[in-house]
């Protein structure tokens, strides 16, 4: 039985397997420039983030219905549950999609289909939190957000800023992290994956967020370490996408061992399991191979997950 854990860090846009791309492609008549499922999967090699990212926002063509956001939820929730994932604070890219003519609530009523089922046919409790394309305006961040307040407090949670991280620091979506915090949404950010650590006191200065996603540069900082751990602001690492993505050279250099040994609130998630080669269950095993963590080290990161989660604290001590 692999250990209860929540998933903090899942972008479902990026649990679009080769398979289901090329399902969706044919069912809605978009063209992809592979032949087929397995010669996608050849070109998941990335150098840095920006590689992946071309990539990942390609194949969100074949993304355009309900339908298909719904298939893409529910194929997630399956595999997440089947490695022991009970609850999951899920990310999507609004904008990724609004760009391209698809509708705000085709995504978001899509997605909200397979999460209404998700506790009934899985075991698992969800969020959504929706985030801003940090590469994009902070106007557009601004409508983007003016347009998803029918679903503030219902299906959407929390916000968060993802995308292409260096030279676009936090402070550039002051306001609308200013406005979420105004709505009662939570916030997050991701910082610290390729950008400097001035990123991540930025991004709790700033904006305010309560979690930092990857948050791997922050031990170049102690002082910053040491408000982390004195703040409890939980880390939501990301070991086979940090890999994948070449911001640490293998498993075994991954810095979780210092960053556990620092005192702070590490989480291990999956990012974007289709392209980083595993789901959440697949990097707690990849970690523990790779540093030789022991049942105890594990327990204590699938113990953190649910104690970074935004559950009620009954929840999560239901959980645990
Ligand atoms: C992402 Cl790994 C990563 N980093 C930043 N933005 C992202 N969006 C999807 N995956
Ligand atoms: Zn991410």
Redesign the pocket.
């Known amino acids: 039985m692999p250990l209860p854990k929540a998933e903090l860090h899942l ?1 479902i846009e ?1 649990t679009l397997e080769p398979e289901l791309a090329f399902a969706l492609a044919r069912r809605n008549g978009v063209a992809l420039p592979h032949a087929d499922a397995e010669e996608l999967r050849r070109a998941y090699a990335f150098s840095d ?1 920006q590689s992946f ?1 071309d990539l ?1 926002y390609a194949l969100m063509a074949v993304l355009r219905t309900e339908e298909d956001f719904e298939e893409l939820a529910e194929a997630y929730l399956a595999r997440a549950a089947a490695q022991g994932v009970r609850h999951a604070e899920i990310f999507f890219d609004p904008q990724a999609h609004t760009a391209r003519g698809i509708p705000l609530a085709v995504v978001v009523d899509g997605l909200g289909r397979a999460l209404d089922r998700a506790e009934e046919r899985h075991g698992i409790s969800t969020r959504l939190i929706m985030c801003f394309l940090r590469d994009e305006s902070a106007e557009s961040a601004l409508e983007t957000f003016e347009a998803a307040r029918p679903w503030f407090g219902g299906r959407i949670t929390g916000v968060g800023l ?2 292409a ?1 260096v030279g676009h620091p936090p402070a550039k979506f002051r306001e609308v992290y200013r406005r979420a915090a105004e709505a009662g949404l939570h916030r997050v950010a ?1 910082a610290g ?1 390729e950008g400097p650590a001035s990123y991540i006191t930025e991004a709790l200065d700033v904006l305010g967020v309560e979690r930092i996603d990857h948050g791997l540069r922050c031990l170049e900082d102690p002082a910053l370490v040491e408000r982390l751990v004195r703040e409890r602001i939980p880390l939501t690492l990301c070991p086979l ?1 940090n890999v994948r ?1 070449r911001c640490v050279d293998t498993l075994a250099d991954h810095p979780l061992p210092a960053i556990l040994a620092a005192g702070l609130l590490a989480t291990v998630n999956s ?2 399991p289709a392209y980083f080669g595993g789901y959440v269950g697949d990097n707690f095993d990849a970690l523990a191979g790779a540093l030789g963590l022991d049942e105890d080290t594990l327990r204590l990161l699938a113990a953190n997950s649910f104690h970074a989660s935004f559950l009620p604290e009954e929840r999560r001590a239901a959980l645990l």
Do not use: A, C
């Open positions: 972008h990026g983030l990212l990942y993802d995308s991280e991701h994956e996408s993505l990012d974007d």
